[in-house]
């Protein structure tokens, strides 16, 4: 079964500073999704994107987000200056009918 | 907000049938039942959707009552490996469609 491919599996990053978390999704898969997951809480949607542009944004999603196709396959979120409680999972996701197929998260750790 | 609500916890003996409730009596019309679940930290994982009838595949069954107010996912014969969180989520069907709002879910511990 096709995977959603995420990179790094963990990063430790100091407050302030930028990062960004990589995604290989699914080809030929249009509409791309990140979540977070703050330890112990819920998975939150963050911001959705399709046709080369974001089509949906949570009020988590301030401008210290950002996300890009930036060679037409890969898929980043990038995050400007972090804070600690950027601290999570991050989950990139590919849509279908059937569902959605996820990535194995990034986990950041801000120090 | 979520749009259903989960039992916080459930234990099931390893080779038994768990099942798995979920209220979601504000369902609309073309809003299907969704069920994914997740192991660990690990990204959530589909299972299986429907919208009136019963569904069953390879990892599950689910039951969706004749006025849709709820459902049940049943996983046959249970397995220490289907340990998880489960989510049920209600949302438009189709790729691309409505972001995906997940509640606290439903911890399944599976016992030997």
């Known amino acids: 079964e096709p995977e959603v491919t995420q990179t790094p599996s963990h990063q430790v990053t100091q407050m302030g500073q930028e990062v960004i978390l990589r995604c290989v999704p699914i080809?030929?898969?249009?509409?791309f999704y990140w979540y977070r997951q703050i330890l112990g809480q819920k998975v939150e949607f963050l911001v959705s994107?399709?046709?080369?542009?974001?089509?949906?944004k949570s009020e988590i999603f301030d401008d210290q987000f950002s996300v890009e196709r930036p060679d037409g396959s890969n898929f980043t979120l990038k995050i400007r200056s972090t804070k600690l409680e950027d601290s999570a999972m991050y989950f990139c996701?590919?849509?279908?009918?059937?569902?959605?197929?996820f990535g194995s998260g990034t986990r950041l750790t801000v120090v | 907000d979520a749009k259903t609500t989960q039992p916080t916890s459930m234990d099931c003996a390893e080779g038994r049938a768990a099942n798995l409730p979920c209220n979601h009596s504000?369902?609309?019309?073309?809003?299907?039942v969704y069920w994914y679940r997740q192991i660990h930290s690990q990204g959530p994982q589909y299972i299986i959707h429907?919208?009136?009838n019963n569904e069953t595949n390879e990892m599950a069954s689910l039951i969706i009552t004749e006025d849709r107010k709820s459902s049940t996912l049943i996983l046959p014969h249970a397995t220490l490996r289907d340990t998880a969180v489960y989510y049920c989520?209600?949302?438009?069907?189709?790729?691309?469609?409505?972001?995906?709002?997940f509640g606290q879910g439903t911890r399944l511990t599976i016992n030997p």
């Open positions: 080809s030929n898969h249009l509409y």
């Open positions: 994107f399709y046709n080369n542009e974001i089509s949906e």
């Open positions: 429907g919208l009136k």
């Open positions: 989520i209600v949302r438009v069907a189709g790729e691309g469609a409505q972001k995906l709002v």
């Open positions: 504000t369902i609309s019309g073309n809003e299907y």
């Open positions: 996701a590919n849509a279908r009918v059937e569902g959605y197929t």
